[in-house]
């Protein structure tokens, strides 16, 4: 079963409108963190904004923010402001700390939504 | 200049072949990841190494062996090479503490296709 899933595949909006992008995630662990990425045409995988579990605050970078609903274990991705330069498929990823103790740094990844601004 | 090198770009192998390939980071990271990208398939946690020495193990394959010469090169070795094994393999690093973890940084990927 997939643990981190982007219902959206595609997503369009005009320049200068705002963005919502949805993922949801399971996980037993209490302490988790979740990531959101961005994947260029030329390969590179660009870090955009981190929400760790045992976090309140509205986590925010730029014209990026999220908003995190714990109890339903769902994190969505806000871009406001949308400019040509943002299309690009975006990925949400969860970390979770291992059952070990240890270190795995292991991210498990949805499976992107592909974003189009329209001029 | 480029902070995650990943050597070569684009890589072209016969099946039953062999193929290395090369990853270093400029970050000064502790751990270092790498990760594949089948067609229409998301990121797949491949291994993770912290300090040179291997945290996690994902993959199910002895074929896939990852190297670590230095402490911020983690190379991948592929033996035998399947026609399955085409896909992008992403190189990452990452400064790792024991019950956190940092954003990771994405090297530019190595797309191998094995004929």
Known sequence: AQKVIQVWSTAS???GEELTLDCSYETSQVLYHLFWYK????????????????????????????VFQKSLKSIS??????????????????WELPNTGGLSGKLTFGEGTQVTVIS | DPKIIQKPKYLVAVTGSEKILICEQYLGHNAMYWYRQSAKKPLEFMFSYSYQKLMDNQTASSRFQPQSSKKNHLDL????????DSATYFCASSQEILGSSYEQYFGPGTRLTVL
């Not at chain 1, 994947?39 to 014209?63: D, N, P, Y």
């Not at chain 1, 991705?77 to 969860?94: E, H, N, R, W």
């Not at chain 2, 592929?78 to 026609?83: F, R």
């Open chain 1, 39 to 66: 994947h260029l045409l030329s390969g590179e995988m660009v870090f955009l904004i981190r929400q760790m579990s045992s976090s309140t605050a509205k986590e925010r970078s730029g014209r990026y923010s999220v």
């Open chain 2, 77 to 84: 070795q592929i033996t035998a090479l399947k026609p399955d």
């Open chain 1, 77 to 94: 991705l806000v871009i406001s402001a949308l400019q040509p330069d943002d299309s690009g498929k975006y990925f949400c990823a969860l």
């Open chain 1, 13 to 15: 909006r005009q320049e």
